[in-house]
């Protein structure tokens, strides 16, 4: 079954977290690296739910109140018995508030994913080693001074940023266009978000390596799809309230997972040929 699985990248990049999942019930042991990741990831939540979510659902209320009072506007143009149109333009409202829910709540979860991960680091970093030995029976660090440890947390963070800025601001000046220019940005948007995450998960086991943040993308990108349906999976996940407090240290144990079998692995045989 894993042979068959190792064969479909898109298929074995998405189990990753049920593989995460075994790993813990294996070694109970490890659940002690996720306690207090937990407790800092409730504490974030409360606060980004309490305000985030709670402002982003009032905005997509006015947007539906005010498209509906739009549609009714236009209706009363139209010749009577196109009144039956009302009720699919009221449809549509009702499937566009759904659509900005689900945008709002993978937004929030995203936010928490950064949140989190970057304020475990300390806990994540001790689990990522744990697993990388009992996954490959070593563990490889390349160490730092810590203000040159805390510099490059600092600089990976900002790299980030300027990545979001480079593809976000194109992104959205192509959302001003509606119809197509609101799809592609809504595509766009979704796929940089899922980059974000993917690199975020994975990348634990390669900072204690110390890669460069470019060679960190091109990991990610190299390891194309089970990278991709990994990190689609991994937003999934970390965008349903309070199950996300449990999946956010998930994902990145099932990210050091992944980097192990998919990318040391690779690199292994690649420097046997």
């Known amino acids: 079954m894993k042979k ?9 990049g998405a189990t990753y977290p049920l593989k995460a999942l075994g790993v813990f019930w294996r070694h109970p042991r490890l659940w002690g690296y996720i306690t207090i990741p937990i407790i800092v990831n ?28 739009w549609f009714q506007q236009l ?3 139209l010749p009577q018995w196109l009144g039956f149109l009302e009720y699919g333009l009221i449809g549509l409202a009702f499937l566009l508030r759904i659509l ?23 806990w994540y970093g001790q689990l990522s080693e744990q697993l990388e030995k009992i996954r490959t029976g070593k563990v490889e660090i390349i160490e730092v001074s810590i203000i040159r440890d805390i510099g490059r947390a600092i600089l990976y963070e900002l790299k980030k940023l300027v990545l979001m800025a480079i593809v976000g601001l194109p992104l959205g000046i192509i959302g001003l266009f509606p119809g197509l220019g609101t799809t ?16 975020d998960f994975i990348d634990s086991a390669l900072e204690r390596r110390r890669f460069k943040f470019r060679r960190k993308l091109k990991i990610l ?4 799809p ?6 689609l999976v991994c937003v ?16 990145v144990a099932s990210g050091t997972l992944f980097v192990c079998d998919r990318v040391l692995k690779k690199s292994a045989k690649n420097q046997r040929r």
Do not use: H, K, R, W
Not at 236 to 251: E, G
């Open 100 to 122: 900005l829910t689900i945008i709002a709540l993978i937004v929030t979860g995203f936010v928490l994913a950064q949140f989190g991960v970057l304020l475990g680091a300390p």
């Open 42 to 69: 409730l504490v974030t939540a409360i606060a980004l739910y309490g305000g985030l979510l709670f402002f982003g659902f009032e905005f997509i209320a006015e947007i539906q109140t005010d498209l509906i009072t």
């Open 236 to 251: 999934f996940l970390i965008s349903i309230p309070l199950v996300n407090l449990v999946t956010i240290p998930l994902c």
């Open 4 to 12: 068959f699985l190792g064969g479909f990248g898109t298929v074995a």
């Open 226 to 231: 089970a990278s991709g349906s990994f990190a």
């Open 75 to 77: 209706l009363v143009n």
């Open 184 to 199: 592609m940005f809504t595509i766009g948007g979704f796929l940089l978000t899922t980059t974000i995450v993917g690199l």
């Open 221 to 224: 990108f190299s390891s194309l």
